[in-house]
Structure formats: structure tokens, C-alpha cells
T-cell receptor, first 114, second 111 residues
């Protein structure tokens, strides 16, 4: 089955700096790569996703890049703000055949210091 | 739309007891899943369903049963609770080519 590794497990940045979180996956059939943000005590919320036919996707201060050859994808947050502090999870799945079998990384605790 | 509704929010069980965690969605999503979240271990898939009448096992299915008799509901049954099942449980749903919407979670403690 799919295996997703996520690094780093903790990341501390100064407000205004950029943050990068990286994930690798094992199953070359995976074609859907979402990122979730989870604030303390809350549910995970989808912040951005990318499909395998796209190399990069941006949404305001958030961007995701995908390298299918190397089987890794990354989340980039620019101009970080204290409200970006949360746990971020990457995930991967083959949406065409495995349906809702989404495999998550172990999460990155991002702390943005004012 | 209420989205994904999970009940109860908190539950304490004694070892050996059984219970059902309820999950309902009103978005007509095909996919529904149950995940458990333990500290430092991310979200692990218990069971999932690609439509009414169809379920399959995820990464950690032992000790849990599911059924999907309708598109809206996807209950998770703990057959005989064990302390190792102490966790936060999330139900999630998604359309065919969309992202997951998670419920608010159930915090379960087994003593």
C-alpha cells in the first residue's frame, strides 16, 4: 500500500518568513495530493490540493509543488502569520482506483513566532 | 448544509463494552471514511466506503465494523472496547473528485 513520509515534524519560523513542508510517497499510481491544516482541538481542514497532471498550484500565500518523477510534493507558505500556526498534514491517494483510501503523513507542527 | 456530523463528541467506555460512533453527511458525497488520530501518528484509516452497500478495510480495521446502508450514514462500531482504542475518531466524506470534509471528531477513552 501507499506510504507517505513527511518532514520536518516540527518547524518554527519568524512572522513574515516562508515555511516549506515536504512529503514523499511510495505508490507511483497516486494521483491526488491534498494538504490539511489542523488547529489544536479542531478538525483537519483542506487548504489546497493538487492532481498529478499539474506541477504547481497556488492560492494566495499557499502553494503546492509536485514532482511525480521523484515522488515528492511540498507545501510552501509565504509571509507567514501567527494564525498559520497549526499542524499540517500531507496525504496521497489514487483517486481513480482506490477511491477514498487517503494515506496521510504524520504531520508537521508549524509555529509562527510574532 | 450541516456538512459532516459526528456523535457523540466525547465518550468513556469500560473495557469490553461495545458502542457505535455515528456519522452523517448531507452533501450527497459518494466517499466516506473513518480515521483515528493518535499523538505523533497522524491520521490512520480504519474503514472506508465508496458508496452505499460498499465498504472496505483500511490500515487499522481490527476491532471495528462498519456498514453503509444509505449514502448519508456511515456508523463505526466498536465490538469490544480495549484501552488501545483510546483515540480521537474522525469521520470524513468527499465527492468523487473533491477533497475531504471532516467531522468535528469523537474523543474516546477506554478505561
Amino acid at each position: 500500500g501507499e506510504n507517505v513520509e513527511q518532514h520536518p515534524s516540527t518547524l518554527s519560523v519568524q512572522e513574515g518568513d516562508s515555511a516549506v513542508i515536504k512529503c514523499t510517497y511510495s505508490d507511483s499510481a497516486s494521483n491526488y495530493f491534498p494538504w490539511y491544516k489542523q488547529e489544536l482541538g479542531k478538525r483537519p481542514q483542506l487548504i489546497i490540493d493538487i492532481r498529478s497532471n499539474v506541477g504547481e498550484k497556488k492560492d494566495q500565500r499557499i502553494a503546492v509543488t509536485l514532482n511525480k518523477t521523484a515522488k515528492h510534493f511540498s507545501l510552501h507558505i509565504t509571509e507567514t502569520q501567527p494564525e498559520d500556526s497549526a499542524v499540517y498534514f500531507c496525504a496521497a491517494s489514487d483517486r481513480e482506483t482506490s477511491g477514498s483510501r487517503l494515506t496521510f503523513g504524520e504531520g508537521t507542527q508549524l509555529t509562527v513566532n510574532p | 448544509n450541516a456538512g459532516v456530523t459526528q456523535t457523540p463528541k466525547f465518550q468513556v467506555l469500560k473495557t469490553g463494552q461495545s458502542m457505535t460512533l455515528q456519522c452523517a453527511q448531507d452533501m450527497n458525497h459518494e466517499y466516506m471514511s473513518w480515521y483515528r488520530q493518535d499523538p505523533g501518528m497522524g491520521l490512520r484509516l480504519i474503514h472506508y466506503s465508496v458508496g452505499a452497500g460498499i465498504t472496505d478495510q483500511g490500515e487499522v480495521p481490527n476491532g471495528y465494523n462498519v456498514s453503509r446502508s444509505t449514502t448519508e450514514d456511515f456508523p463505526l462500531r466498536l465490538l469490544s472496547a480495549a484501552p488501545s482504542q483510546t483515540s480521537v475518531y474522525f469521520c470524513a466524506s468527499s465527492p468523487w473528485r473533491g477533497g475531504y470534509t471532516f467531522g468535528s471528531g469523537t474523543r474516546l477513552t477506554v478505561v
